[in-house]
């Protein structure tokens, strides 16, 4: 089956090789999208041949993203691939977050279930075969700490080299530790994210280092099969509504590709809607898609969240993303600090927890049943990028009733839940109990 690079840009339409070293279009500049111009896929056999790899004990099946192999056919052999069982994460429904949320029911996809914690394993398996297919031998991304410690692990999974860029200061230790130990060379930039990313392009392209960040394709046709999977658990029933976080809008572009690949090859037969939810200090998304002309992105030049792995001001990729939200009906949100820490809060009541940028789909939720956008009956799937021990600190502070937002404003601790000293004395705790 042959695959190419094409330029996303409507007017332009460049074909390039699939093993061009490129991330963007050489004629326009535009971003680019893996594309199979033959490709023919019958939607009933995969559908049976997909459920029945899921009992097979062969690495590339038990992945949850090989396993799905024939919509993401940019290999030309799988030599290349390196698997750490990524995907296979689980939808959980969570009535009390549903509550909250305004909603009858609620079912989460949780990414943070993946071997590093979080959605970013199932591009970055992707992205690092196509390293090792070109003979990379170093790779390199800037990242909120999600991407940089997928990408460690990968790299040294595969024994090629990771180089991380991290904004200083502003990623979560969690995040910063899987990239140490996972043994990736860490360098921490005073910048923020959207200056470090042009940094590292132009080492990437001076150096000879393949770029992993979203701008990078094959990442993206990885992200594709978190819509797949899910469609795949639920026996293909398409939900109305898909929630989730936006950032550099990478995922927001893989879910759409999903979604119209799977609709043109006869996978589903309707399209759910997407909501993507930004946090309001780093929201350029929000302001875009609620502009009058949809022309170009005003970015934010110093964004601000608590949700640091949202802290973007000029996504990469929302010429992608406003496309597919577009093309889904779907709308953007976005939410404040003390929602999205209230919101985390409640997911982590219903026992599932998840890190705070994948809180905002909940915050997102309960604003948009609010306006009556989606209805309080409506099948709703929201997913959560990443695992709750990505940042225990923001944990801590707010039960503890000690986060700050930026500019020193104090989030309430709506759900705190303080630890409590006590002497070690039964009868003062039995007292207590
Ligand atoms: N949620 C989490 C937990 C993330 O780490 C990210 C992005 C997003 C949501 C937003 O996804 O960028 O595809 O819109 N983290 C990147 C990183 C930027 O470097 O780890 P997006």
Redesign the pocket.
Known sequence: MSAELVCFEPNCREHFAITEIIYNCTRCGGLLETNYPDRKLDSAQLKTLWRARRTCNQPLDQSGVWRYREIISFLENFDSVITLREGNTPLLPAPKAANYGGLDRLVFKHQGFNPTG???DNGMTCGVAQALRLGMKRVA????????ASMAAYASAAGIEPLIFIPHGNISYGKLAQALEYGARTFQVEAN?DQILALVRVLAERLGIYLLN?INPFRIEGQKTIIVEMLDQRDWSVPEWIVL????????SAFGKALRELKQMGFIHRMPRLAVIQAEGSAPFYELFHSSRRESLAAVPHPETLAT??K?GD?V?WTKALHEVTASEGVVEKVTEQEIADAKAVIGQCGIGC?P??AATLAGVRKLTAAGTIPHDADVVAVL??NVL?DPDYIYRYHTGQLEAPGNVRIQSTFGNQPILVPNDADKIAALL
């Open positions: 979080s959605f970013k991304c800037v990242s909120t700490g999600n991407t940089s994210f979203s976080p936006g950032g550099n809008l990478g995922n927001t792995a949202i973007i996504p990729s890190e940028a994948s990028t990443g990505k």
